[in-house]
Nanobody
């Protein structure tokens, strides 16, 4: 059974820090690009960060550059999203995603082609 299990979300004050984890199982982690999306209330799901081992590049959306860092541990089949200097506008449900499509442009434009999604973890940043 394929699973992406997120953890690490919570309530934090503006300027605070959270670290999200995504533990993958049931598929070959190295064969997939992996990353994070988020969905704020009343808004569409948007890509936050994406890593393709094949391309050896990490993409990150402009609104979080300099504050968020994505990493992955392929020995543990786990991805992480370190979130610093959090802002109220970062509030939303954060989803881990995995896809055989490595292109950041394609998966963020057409998120329906992502192969696997986690259940999501809530991040709430208070002002």
């Amino acid at each position: 059974e394929v699973q992406l299990v997120e953890s690490g979300g919570g309530l934090v004050q503006a300027g605070g820090t959270l670290r999200l984890s995504c533990a993958a199982s049931g598929f070959t982690f190295d064969d997939y690009a992996i990353g994070w999306f988020r969905q704020a209330p009343g808004k569409e799901r948007e890509g936050v960060s994406w890593y393709s081992k094949t391309e050896g590049h990490t993409y990150i959306t402009d609104s979080v550059k300099g504050r968020f860092t994505m990493s992955s541990d392929h020995a543990k089949d786990t991805a992480y999203l370190q979130m610093n200097s959090l802002k109220p506008e970062d509030t939303g449900v954060y989803y881990c995603a995995a896809s055989r499509v490595s292109s950041w442009v394609i998966v963020t434009t057409y998120p329906e082609i992502v192969d696997y999604w986690g259940q999501g973890t809530q991040v709430t940043v208070s002002s």
